[in-house]
Structure formats: C-alpha cells, structure tokens
C-alpha cells in the first residue's frame, strides 16, 4: 500500500518559517520525481517545487530564494523549508510521487495546512 504522508503544517506570523516533510512508503522511491504543491482556497493546485531522485530541484518563481526542498532517500523523505512567509503562501501544501511515465500512477498525500497570518 502506498502513502505519501506530510506532516510540519500550522499558523506563522508574517516572516515566519515552517519545515514540511513528506514520508513515503510503498514505492520504488528511485522512480519518481517528488515534489510540493499547494492550493490556496478559491485557486487551482500549484506547484511549488520539485526534486528527483538524483537531488535536481526546480521552484515555482514565487517562492525561488525562501523555500528550499531536500530528499533523504534512505528514509523515503521529502522536506520543504520555509523561510520569509507571507500571507499569500496560506495554503494546503500537498506531496506529490511522479513517476514521469503513463506506466505507473501518480500519488498524492492527504495535504498539510499552512496558514501565515498576524
């Protein structure tokens, strides 16, 4: 059985910093590219950022410089730090498996709350 479970959500102040992880069981970790999404009430599934096996990352514009994403492959874990929070980063923050390939699914996490307000 597979799981993607994210944990580290909460409230922050303006500025703030929060770390999100992302434990994954039940895959072939080395196959899929992981990543952080987020969707804020009213607005579509974004995504954050992104991280393959091989430790290649890339970030949504917005959050280029505050947040940074890491993998432990050992432990089947996918972290986001969070550094310079605002407002406009309140959202349910998702974990993502993507295996690239049509020939095995996609897996997302139940979603973790952020919410940065004063």
């Known amino acids: 059985q597979v799981q993607l479970v994210e944990s580290g959500g909460g409230l922050v102040q303006p500025g703030g910093s929060l770390r999100l992880s992302c434990a994954a069981s039940?895959?072939?970790?080395?196959?899929?590219?992981m990543g952080w999404y987020r969707q804020a009430p009213g607005k579509q599934r974004e995504l954050v950022a992104t991280?393959?096996?091989?430790?290649?990352?890339n970030y949504v514009q917005s959050v280029k410089g505050r947040f940074t994403i890491s993998i432990d492959n050992a432990k089947k874990t996918v972290d986001l730090q969070m550094n310079g929070l605002t407002p406009e980063d309140t959202a349910v923050y998702y974990c993502k498996a993507d295996p690239g390939s049509i020939w095995f699914p996609t897996y997302w996490g139940q979603g973790t709350q952020v919410s940065v307000s004063s």
């Open positions: 039940g895959i072939n970790f080395s196959l899929y590219t």
């Open positions: 991280i393959t096996y091989g430790g290649i990352t």
